[in-house]
């Protein structure tokens, strides 16, 4: 059975940075594209940052040089370093594995002064 445990979330300034983590259990990590995506409050889900097993990332805009995704394949982990955070930014952040469209449960980052 394949399991996500995403970590790292909290409250954090405008400016600030943060650094979520997500273990994964129950797979090959290393065969698995890795995604985080975000949901704030009333608004549909969205892909902030992907990466392939072999190291290729994708990003939209929206986060493009300021959130860098990276994976430990020996540590079944992937990393979300976010910076410069904007209180936009606000949602629960959730990992997410493919194939097979495994989630995690989520974490939650606040951006406030």
């Known amino acids: 059975q394949v399991q996500l445990v995403e970590s790292g979330g909290g409250l954090v300034q405008p400016g600030g940075s943060l650094r979520l983590s997500c273990v994964v259990s129950?797979?090959?990590?290393?065969?698995?594209?890795m995604g985080w995506y975000r949901q704030a409050p009333g608004k549909q889900r969205e892909l902030v940052a992907q990466?392939?097993?072999?190291?290729?990332?994708n990003y939209p805009d929206s986060v493009k040089g300021r959130f860098t995704i990276s994976r430990d394949n020996p540590k079944n982990t992937v990393y979300l370093q976010m910076n410069s955070l904007k209180p936009e930014d606000t949602a629960v952040y959730y990992c997410?594995?493919?194939?097979?469209?495994?989630w995690g449960k989520g974490t939650l980052v606040t951006v406030s002064s």
């Open positions: 129950g797979a090959i990590f290393r065969l698995y594209v």
């Open positions: 997410h594995a493919q194939p097979g469209n495994y």
């Open positions: 990466i392939t097993g072999g190291g290729s990332t």
